[in-house]
């Protein structure tokens, strides 16, 4: 596909569950991006992945999130023992490079989590 | 202060009228700013983005940046019903981080 895609679009838990959210980039953007929006707020940063450096983890809320990306392209978000809290749209981007002076970072259309 | 902030409005106006955004920022964000449009429901698409002084155009849409004052704003001229959306003014991080900040945005309507 030509834009950014992630699965599910919707995902329903009950607390203390583990979730998996996955991202497909762009084909070719070596920069991704993980951000989360909460009813009524902007997006946060989560976690930034650039090429085969490490990842900036400094955006994630706590140790029960992580995220890796597997051979440069598809990121998987991994939410462990769920809260009611991280309810949220999970949305993921893209860019060529990661550097974001003219470089347009390309949103999907986000994963909405529910937790009961 | 927060790194980016917006007045979350809502934010009226009546077709044909120019519709302006603002957003101040602090010292911990670069010299990097965009504005995304958010449709209720959809994803971010970026509409503008500035890194000089001055002014900037793209069709209907004018980023203003002043470094002075620290403020950033989008003016959207003879604005249409179909721009009703939420804008968002986000920035990059002060160290080359190539995070973007985002502030909360602004709901816009624009009325017929």
């Known amino acids: 596909g030509a834009g950014v895609s992630q699965s599910p679009s919707n995902k329903v838990t009950e607390k203390g569950k583990d979730v998996e959210l996955r991202c497909d980039p762009i084909s070719g953007h070596t920069a991704l991006y993980w951000y989360r929006q909460s009813l009524g707020q902007g997006l946060e940063f989560l976690i930034y992945?650039?090429?085969?450096?490490?990842?900036?983890k400094s955006g994630l809320p706590s140790d029960r999130f992580s995220a890796e990306r597997t051979g440069g392209s598809v990121s998987t978000l991994t939410i462990q023992r769920t809260q009611q809290e991280d309810s949220a749209v999970y949305l993921c981007?893209?860019?060529?490079?990661?550097?974001?002076?003219?470089?347009?970072?390309?949103f999907g259309p986000g994963t909405r989590l529910t937790v009961l | 202060q927060k790194e980016v902030e917006q007045n979350s409005g809502p934010l009226s106006v009546p077709e044909g009228a120019i519709a302006s955004l603002n957003c101040t920022y602090s010292d911990r964000v670069s010299q990097s700013f965009f504005w995304y449009r958010q449709y209720s429901g959809k994803s971010p698409e970026l509409i503008m983005s500035i890194y000089s002084n001055g002014d900037k155009e793209d069709g209907r849409f004018t980023a203003q940046l002043n470094k002075a004052s620290q403020y950033v704003s989008l003016l959207i001229r003879d604005s249409q019903p179909s721009d009703s959306a939420t804008y968002l003014c986000a920035a990059e991080l002060q160290g080359g981080s190539e995070k973007l900040v985002f502030g909360k945005g602004t709901k816009l309507t624009v009325n017929p």
């Open positions: 992945f650039q090429g085969n450096s490490a990842p900036d």
């Open positions: 981007a893209s860019s060529a490079t990661g550097s974001s002076l003219g470089d347009t970072q390309y």
